[in-house]
């Protein structure tokens, strides 16, 4: 998986993060999605997840496919603000 080289590529050069972890996150929920539903799961994304044992899953939340295209037509500050991505200042 390419991700995964670029985390251990970041992490051989600057130590592990914030997003580090975050990355790793993502991939634990990824990898406990396809658990779930009885899909096999790449050894390589196990061998990396298995480096970082104590990242737990990032959670993400859901929305319809209503809702996150909602604003798509919006002025870019409202649409700015209903993504969930971004931080609110």
Aim: proline share 6%.
């Amino acid at each position: 998986m390419h991700l995964i080289n670029l985390i251990e590529s970041f992490e051989k050069r600057f130590g592990g993060d914030s997003q580090v972890t975050h990355a790793a996150g993502v991939l634990r929920a990824y990898r406990d999605l396809h658990v779930g539903q009885s899909l096999k799961v790449m050894p390589r994304l196990e061998s990396f997840l298995a480096a970082h044992p104590d990242v737990p899953a990032a959670h993400e939340p859901h929305v319809s496919r209503e809702v996150f295209y909602a604003a798509r037509e919006a002025s870019f500050p409202e649409f700015a603000s209903s993504r969930l991505s971004l931080i609110h200042i």
